[in-house]
């Protein structure tokens, strides 16, 4: 899969979220990169500021990132739609993360 068409799919991901949610979503940027150099086998990665720990004084920080890892989940996908529901699970997690819901929350209810 070439890299413009796996980050066809990041943002296909993002157009099914609910705008309700995408509305809320602030000082936040997506990317995709091929691997984590510190974590290889991670497939994103939110690193931020959950919305639900910012106060009064939250300002002037950079946006928040969600990183979507193209290279493991490829490598673990063997066929287009697996890669498809991958993106779709990994992209929703780690939004997830920046509404500050937890990995145990996530993985106890299907977005693992």
Do not use: K
């Amino acid at each position: 899969m070439s890299d413009d068409e796996f980050d066809g799919l990041v943002s296909d991901a993002l157009d099914t979220i609910p705008s309700e949610l995408t509305d809320e979503m602030n000082n936040v940027v997506i990317l995709v990169e091929p691997r984590n150099p510190e974590e290889p086998d991670i497939l994103g990665l939110y690193q931020g500021i959950a919305l639900t720990l910012r106060d009064h004084d939250y300002g002037g920080y950079l946006p928040d990132t969600i990183t979507i890892y193209r290279e493991p989940i490829l490598a673990m996908c063997d066929s287009r739609e697996e890669v498809v529901h991958e993106v779709a699970v990994t992209v929703m997690h780690e939004i997830a993360h920046h509404f500050g819901i937890d990995d145990e929350w996530l993985h106890a209810n299907g977005w693992g």
